[in-house]
C-alpha cells in the first residue's frame, strides 16, 4: 500500500501519463518502438534494485551514475527509470531526481549497498519532494 501511494505521489508530481493502464513495461515487449523494448537481464535487475533497495550504477550520456531506483515504467511511449541521482557524474546538482531512458543505460550493476525509503536519505539528505 505504502509503494502505490508513493507511485501514485511520484507520477502525480511529475504529471507522468499513465500509459500502460498501471502496468510496468513487459519484458522484452513487441512494440514498434525499440525503446519500449527492455532485455529480461535488465527488466530482472531493476525490479529487484527497487524492490530490495538497492543502489544502482550505470553509465547514461557518457556519465557514471550511482543512483536510488524508485519506479521504472513507461512515459511518453518511452520506458524510463525514476531515480534520485546520489553521485556520479551529472550536468545538473546532485543529489536530483532524474528520469532516465532506460534504453541509454550502459554496464548497469546493483550495488550491495542499500538506501531506506526515503530519498535522499542513504547520504544523510532530505529531499524536497518529502
Not at 11 to 16: D, G, K, P, S, T
Not at 25 to 30: G, R, Y
Not at 62 to 78: S, T
Request: charged letters at 30%.
Amino acid at each position: 500500500m505504502v509503494m502505490e501511494t508513493r507511485r501514485a505521489n511520484v507520477r502525480e508530481a511529475l504529471r507522468i501519463p499513465n500509459r500502460t493502464g498501471g502496468q510496468p513495461p513487459q519484458i522484452a515487449d513487441q512494440l514498434p518502438d525499440a525503446k519500449l523494448t527492455v532485455e529480461k537481464e535488465l527488466d530482472d535487475l531493476l525490479r529487484n534494485a527497487i524492490t530490495e533497495k538497492h543502489l544502482l550504477r550505470f553509465t547514461y550520456k557518457g556519465r557514471e551514475r550511482i543512483v536510488e531506483p524508485h519506479d521504472y515504467d513507461i512515459q511518453n511511449g518511452i520506458v524510463r527509470l525514476f531515480c534520485h541521482q546520489v553521485g556520479g557524474g551529472s550536468s545538473s546538482r546532485l543529489p536530483g531526481w532524474r528520469l532516465v531512458d532506460v534504453s541509454e543505460m550502459q554496464d548497469c550493476e546493483m550495488l550491495k549497498r542499500r538506501f531506506a525509503g526515503k530519498p535522499g536519505s542513504s547520504f544523510g539528505q532530505t529531499s524536497s519532494m518529502g
